[in-house]
C-alpha cells in the first residue's frame, strides 16, 4: 500500500501527514519549518513514504526545494480554500461541550490546524489520481 507524506507549507510552520490510499491519516501534526527536514526523514522511515504532495502557495518554492532532497516525487496540489477546510474540519472533529452547540463559523480553534490541511492537500492528490 503507498503511503504519502503530505506539507501544507508556511513560513514558520507548517503541516505534515502520512495518509494511505484510501485517504487514511496514519499520522498528522503542525511542526516549525526548523523541523521540516528531520521530520520528513523520521515519516520516510516509518512509514515507507513512496511521494510528497506539497501545497502549491505559501513558500512552495523553498519547501520543494528541501524536499527534493529526499528523492522521491513530488506532486503539486492547488491549495485553493484547503485552509477554511482544515478549519472546518479540526474544529467537527474537535469541539466538545458547550462549544458544539456554537455554530462551526464561530468558533475559535485553540491550537493551528495546518496538519489538518496536510490531509486535505493528499485526499485531493489521491482524488486527482483516481480520475
Do not use: W
Not at 506532486?75 to 458547550?98: A, F, H, P, T, W
Request: proline share 4%; net charge positive.
Amino acid at each position: 500500500m503507498t503511503n504519502i507524506l503530505a506539507v501544507d507549507p508556511g513560513h514558520q510552520k507548517c503541516g505534515v501527514a502520512v495518509v494511505n490510499e484510501e485517504g487514511t491519516s496514519l499520522v498528522q501534526k503542525v511542526i516549525a519549518f526548523e523541523e521540516l527536514r528531520a521530520t520528513v526523514e523520521q515519516f520516510i522511515a516509518e512509514y515507507a513514504v513512496e511521494c510528497i504532495v506539497l501545497g502549491d502557495r505559501t513558500h512552495s518554492k523553498v519547501y520543494k526545494k528541501i524536499l527534493r532532497e529526499f528523492q522521491l516525487p513530488i506532486e503539486m496540489v492547488n491549495e485553493d480554500r484547503s485552509s477554511i477546510e482544515g478549519r472546518m474540519r479540526y474544529l467537527r472533529e474537535n469541539s466538545k461541550g458547550l462549544k458544539r452547540l456554537l455554530p462551526l463559523g464561530l468558533r475559535t480553534p485553540d491550537r493551528p490546524y495546518d496538519d489538518y490541511v496536510a490531509v486535505i492537500l493528499a485526499e485531493r492528490y489521491l482524488a486527482k489520481r483516481r480520475k
